[in-house]
């Protein structure tokens, strides 16, 4: 039986455990002297690695500014990110950041334009290995500017960019090649996506593009809208978790599911009945720093207090000062 504490290789980096920090966006967090990063974000994310995390993803980073040292790429911002990195690092944590792109019509750009998003990818994945991050996700979820060419419906293209899995992945996997020889030989490259685009069918059309092309590992959450279906009777956790079981089912990649994950239970029911690779931990994750080593520990954890419901309506997000659990 998998256990929550068994260590996982992927590309040749050791995973000290199954328990994931998902990127989650931190809106009310502010940089020093102007800049987005700051000692908000160093210790948010250092302390969740000093809790345990096996692994921490980065909140979605945008690409743009990676050419010329602008924007979020500049050399204030990427001290900062080399101070994140340096932080979960010293606590044992692999550490992820993030990719994403500026949200503009898909179906309107040309060619070009597809290719100068696509050198800053490049760019950007080159640069977080130099800044020593372990790996890259690429953003390809929630609707976000990737979500749209990979999902069959949204993706209108009659270009090399549009109509079948391949073509609509290609705007990633085209520059894998490229990444690859820009980085080191354990630099990971992760996709975070969902099973439907627009159906399951397309997902694990993509998903398997992906893995012909050399993606190493799949993170699963949902495309241009959420999931909604049943779960089996034994099945503990949301139908959104259960997509990434079946998506495991379809690829030989390690999959990490996520989505309203809150309790030592679901994490081990995940983990030790091989639904997933590893369980990432969103909500809980801010709501108790020290999640993963309270579970590990079978410590009662901090608990979230759901206090707007979903996850859009959540006061952390808002403002983190307003977390009812962070005041407990």
């Known amino acids: 039986m998998t256990k929550i504490t068994d260590e ?15 990127p989650m966006y931190t809106f ?17 994310y250092t302390l969740r690695a000093k809790g345990g995390a096996g692994l ?31 932080g979960c690092h010293a606590y044992g944590a692999l550490t992820f950041l993030q990719l994403s792109c500026d949200d503009r019509d898909i179906n309107e750009l040309s060619g070009e334009e597809i290719h100068t998003i696509q ?18 996700e690429f953003h390809c ?15 209108k293209r009659t270009d090399i960019y549009g109509g079948s899995a391949e073509n609509r992945a290609r705007i990633l996997t085209e520059i894998i090649p490229g ?11 992760g996709v975070r996506m969902g099973k439907f685009l627009p159906d399951e069918k397309d997902g ?35 139908y959104m978790t259960y997509n990434a079981y079946e998506m495991r089912r379809n690829v030989s990649l390690p999959v990490i ?3 309203e994950i809150t309790t030592e239970r679901q994490v081990r029911f995940l983990i030790e009945n091989k639904y997933a690779d590893f369980a990432a931990v969103g909500r809980g994750m801010l709501a108790d720093a020290d999640f993963a080593n309270h579970v590990i520990d079978s410590v009662p954890v901090n608990k979230c207090c759901r206090c707007g419901g979903g996850v859009n309506k959540c006061f952390w997000f808002s403002d983190h000062r307003l977390c009812p659990a962070r005041n407990k």
Request: hydrophobic share 45%; aromatic share 10%; glycine share 8%.
């Open 8 to 22: 996982f290789i992927l590309r040749g980096n050791r995973i000290k455990n199954r328990i994931v920090m998902p």
């Open 28 to 44: 009310s967090f502010r940089g020093e002297n102007g800049t987005f990063f700051g000692r908000q974000h160093i210790d948010h």
């Open 56 to 86: 921490i993803i980065l909140q979605s980073t945008r690409v743009h500014g990676s050419i010329e040292g602008t924007k979020l790429w500049s050399p204030e911002n990427t001290a900062v990110l080399k101070q994140i990195v340096d």
């Open 119 to 136: 050198r800053e990818i490049k760019q950007a994945a080159k640069s977080a290995c130099a800044l020593g991050f372990d790996g890259v």
């Open 141 to 155: 979820a929630h609707s976000f500017f990737l979500c749209k060419f990979l999902d069959g419906d949204f993706n």
């Open 179 to 189: 990444i690859r020889a820009n980085t080191h030989e354990k630099f990971i490259l």
């Open 204 to 238: 694990f059309e993509a998903a398997k593009v992906f893995e012909k092309a050399g993606v190493d590992i799949l993170h699963i959450s949902w495309g241009m809208r959420m999931p909604a279906g049943q779960v089996p009777k034994d099945f503990i956790c949301s």
């Open 257 to 259: 599911a996520v989505n």
